[in-house]
């Protein structure tokens, strides 16, 4: 397994503002993914991180609305941008061991107000 | 339809009782099977990960898998209020292991 840390592990945040979510990996990790999970409903992937190289988003998801960084092996940012009401969620990051099974961090509960 | 279907309760049994939670999928390209368990305010735990039909056992967790019905299921025998958490079945095909496709999650409580 891995071990992941992700900071805040909540937050409450104003409207239009945002927010910036680190996550770091106890071993060095080609691939880090970032999913949301919203009120009541299943996870959704949002990106996949991998270092060196811009971000691949899903379906819906975009750049400018989740900036997301990886300047290393181990650690990966994820930033909410522009916030509204809409994007309370819980966000996750996470990694895949030998490419098998998928390991999350703690998440990040974010309250928009 | 959703690609992953799951009952999302709340569920709620005494102590000892022996629990199902179970899920149905469409899609036949489903190879990989798996249960995480999230308590409440942290982030989704693996449980179990199969990827042939059939019964998984650790401990007092078994994985079902039925791939001809296109259904997998998790028995939680003498549940302990432990147990209690939201318990989330996920799935993939042969590719890409972090595209998980999730179902929503069913939440269980048990009952001292």
């Known amino acids: 397994s891995a071990v992941i840390s992700q900071k805040p592990s909540r937050d409450i945040c104003q409207r239009g503002t945002s927010l910036t979510i680190q996550c770091q990996v106890d071993?060095?990790?080609?691939?880090m993914f970032w999913y949301r999970q919203q009120p009541g409903q299943s996870l959704t992937l949002i990106a996949t991180?991998?270092?060196?190289?811009?971000?691949?988003?899903e379906s819906g998801f975009v750049i400018d609305k989740f900036p997301i960084s990886r300047p290393n092996l181990t650690f990966s940012t994820l930033t909410v941008s522009n916030m509204s009401p809409e994007d309370s969620s819980i966000y996750l990051c996470?990694?895949?061991?030998?490419?098998?099974?998928?390991?999350f961090g703690s998440g990040t509960q974010l309250s928009v107000l | 339809q959703k690609e992953v279907e799951q009952d999302p309760g709340p569920l709620s049994v005494p102590e000892g009782a022996i629990v199902s939670l179970n899920c149905t999928y469409s899609?036949?390209?489903?190879?990989?099977f798996m249960w995480y368990r999230q308590y409440s305010r942290k982030g989704p735990e693996l449980l179990m990960y199969?990827?042939?039909?059939g019964n998984k056992e650790d401990g007092r967790f078994t994985a079902q898998v039925d791939k001809s019905s296109k259904y997998i299921s998790l028995f939680i025998r003498d549940s302990q209020p432990s147990d209690s958490a939201t318990y989330l079945c996920?799935?993939?095909?042969?590719?890409?292991?972090?595209?998980?496709?999730f179902g929503q999650g069913t939440r269980l409580t048990i009952n001292p």
């Open positions: 996470s990694v895949t061991v030998a490419n098998e099974k998928l390991f």
């Open positions: 071993s060095q990790v080609t691939m």
């Open positions: 991180a991998n270092q060196g190289s811009e971000a691949t988003y």
């Open positions: 899609n036949s390209a489903f190879q990989y």
């Open positions: 199969t990827y042939s039909s």
């Open positions: 996920a799935m993939r095909n042969i590719q890409g292991a972090q595209k998980l496709v």
